[in-house]
């Protein structure tokens, strides 16, 4: 094989590997689960009409890697009467599964926990209207360690 012949498979390669990584960047999906659809999603909180009230927002933070894990929400929605709680998993943990939940506690009501191996995000939702809530959100590392977690100790919103 002459030296010229080897030149040129060579830069037809790397000029087909540049195209082939470029398409997959550009196919590839962007991290697009947003709070708004996580709110929407019958997944999530199940509420069409796409309204909210934010409550509180926490962050949730791997201190070991030195890496944001995840946004713990407690949203409102006067119209069905609810409230939510969605743990969004942020950064390089979006779109990488490992333990994540979010769990609705309703004082003097059934407790509503969403909890699984899940990549983008985890949602609890239910009737709240004169009641009392805690709440948790939690994601495990996704290079190992701990899980990290959001939670009350006493309860919350109770007007």
Known sequence: MSQTYRRVVVR???ALGLVLASIAFVASPASAHTLREAVVSEQGCGWPNGAYTQLIR??????QNNMP???VYVLWNGTYQENCVVTLRVGRADGVASYTEAVLERQGRTTIRDEGNYAHYAAAS?????????????????YGGLIYGSTTTSWRFCD
């Open 69 to 71: 894990l995840g946004e």
């Open 12 to 14: 037809v390669g790397l």
């Open 58 to 63: 926490n962050d949730l933070w791997d201190d």
């Open 126 to 142: 239910g009737y709240a209207a004169d009641t009392c809530i805690k709440w948790t959100g939690s994601i495990k590392a996704i």
